[in-house]
């Protein structure tokens, strides 16, 4: 397929798939429950963070953990006690994801709110950098500062690893992209569109080589930067949007 035809039929699929219907069955739907900004990005952190799986699933159990914090999740984090977090016990919330792993995160993201207005700060790209190679491992550095050798750790995949970081790349996606569409948030300001990668998983990987953007075998971080060599000739200033045309002919069996 010609690079002009190959735009034009990303192009269409994206804006069939980019729509409001999409948030239904996708996991973004849980932080559209929400109004406040803040609300929204730890309800989505915490949905993108155990979004492995079937949909449905990490659906339910991200609305279960939104309900552990009394569907308050900014008010929850910057107020709880520790007598709060021994009530979630020690049931797996999702697959590998603990209660412990909840625990952890909830007293991060406390202390991260007690340093930050917003979680925006600790993605923020360093002047000249192209992606989010290294914001990523600045975020996760910066995240497990208290405790290196906490479980949780793998949760929140490494860039330097050559892992695709497909969850945290989708977080990003929900908070940075703003087409007016309504599905992604685009709350964040300070960071550009145009340097966001795709969230590669097994969907979008296989249906890129099947479109022969990528010719590497693995989803991993060098395959992102394979894949943004020709997402972002096709629109520089929006690559991700990509994102639902890969995604959607992925899980449709459309292609």
């Given amino acids: 397929m010609k690079f002009s035809d190959m735009k034009s039929f990303l192009d269409e699929k994206a804006e069939a798939y980019n729509r409001p219907d999409f948030i239904e069955n996708d996991p973004i739907s849980v932080p559209h429950r929400f109004q406040l900004c803040q609300d929204i990005e ?31 999740p900014y008010d929850f984090v910057m107020n709880f006690c520790e007598s709060d977090l021994e009530k979630i016990g020690d049931k797996a919330l999702h697959r590998t994801f603990s209660a412990e792993d909840f625990r952890f995160f ?14 925006e700060t600790l993605f923020v790209p360093a002047s000249g ?26 949760h929140i ?32 300001q300070q960071i550009s569109p145009a340097l966001l990668s795709i969230p590669l998983d097994v969907h979008t990987g ?29 629109d520089a200033a929006d690559p991700a949007k990509y994102d639902f045309a890969l995604f959607g002919l992925g899980v449709s069996g459309e292609f």
Avoid: C, P
Wanted: no cysteine; charged share 30%.
């Fill in 42 to 72: 730890i309800a989505g952190f915490l949905t993108a963070v155990i979004s492995w799986g079937n949909r449905k699933s990490i659906i339910r159990s991200a609305e279960n953990m939104i309900g552990w914090m009394g569907n308050s």
């Fill in 157 to 188: 995949s490494s860039t330097y690893k050559n892992s695709a970081a497909k969850r945290l790349m989708m977080y990003l996606r929900w908070m940075v992209r703003n087409d007016k569409k309504g599905v992604d948030f685009g709350l964040w």
């Fill in 206 to 234: 296989n249906i890129s080589r099947k479109l022969g953007l990528v010719k590497r075998t693995q989803n991993d971080w060098k395959t992102v930067e394979e894949l943004d060599l020709k997402l972002r000739k096709m």
């Fill in 106 to 119: 909830l007293k991060t993201l406390q202390r991260i709110y007690r340093e930050n207005h917003s979680m």
């Fill in 129 to 154: 950098e192209q992606n989010f190679y290294h914001a990523l491992e600045r975020f996760r550095t910066g995240f497990f500062r208290e405790n290196t050798t906490h479980r949780s750790h793998k």
